[in-house]
Nanobody, 121 residues
Framework: QVELVESGGGLVQPGGSLRLSCAAS????????MGWYRQAPGEERELVAT???????HYADSVKGRFTVSRVNAKNTVYLQMNSLKPEDTAVYYC???????????????WGQGTQVTVSS
């Protein structure tokens, strides 16, 4: 009923940039937080950046000053601009959104399928 579709991953050299996009579609009444998480091989999934519908933003310490999260509420879309990429940023990046569907008071945490980001020379 709700789908999150990510795009923009790929292979980039250290110091390079990538921009990830995530669009939510389907039966959506409202979206609260939207954001990005990542999971490297053998590691647990970790928060990268999130933004509320009102524009309050939180970043992981490891990406502060290098990554920028932004959101277009009218398009149910969230972006992640990643600059000065490092090899340790290599991971699968997942989009997440807290969604409320019509005629339902409950909030559901929805995930995208993930997009691979590889930083290597």
């Amino acid at each position: 009923q709700v789908e999150l579709v990510e795009s923009g991953g790929g292979l980039v050299q250290p110091g390079g940039s990538l921009r990830l996009s995530c669009a939510a579609s389907g039966s959506i009444f409202s979206i609260a937080d939207m954001g990005w998480y990542r999971q490297a091989p053998g590691e647990e999934r970790e928060l990268v950046a999130t933004t509320t519908s009102g524009g309050i933003i939180h970043y992981a310490d490891s990406v502060k000053g290098r990554f920028t999260v932004s959101r277009v509420n009218a398009k149910n879309t969230v972006y992640l601009q990643m600059n000065s990429l490092k090899p340790e940023d290599t991971a699968v990046y997942y989009c997440n959104a807290q969604i409320r569907m019509p005629f339902n008071s409950a909030w559901t945490s929805s995930w995208g399928q993930g997009t691979q980001v590889t930083v290597s020379s």
